[in-house]
């Protein structure tokens, strides 16, 4: 048995196709996300996390119009 075995993960297809782009030269999703984390540490991302979190919520309405996207 492995030390540290693999395990899977949900995300979404938008994030697999997004995490994909760094995924060259035979990289494994694995090593991508280290280096990802080691960039970003927690603290930092927990700061930018909670100042989005104390963001008001917006209507979808008013997001489709400060991002110029057609109404439906």
Do not use: C
């Not at 492995?2 to 694995?30: C, E, F, M, Q, W």
Request: hydrophobic residues 40%.
């Amino acid at each position: 048995m492995l030390d540290n075995p693999h395990t899977t993960i949900t995300v979404r297809r938008s994030t697999l196709k997004a995490l994909s782009l760094y995924k060259v030269g035979g990289r494994s999703y694995d090593e991508v996300l280290r280096e990802l984390m080691d960039e970003v540490p927690p603290a930092s991302f927990l700061e930018w996390a909670q100042a989005e979190l104390r963001r008001p919520a917006i209507s979808l309405a008013e997001a489709r119009k400060r991002l110029k996207l057609p109404s439906p």
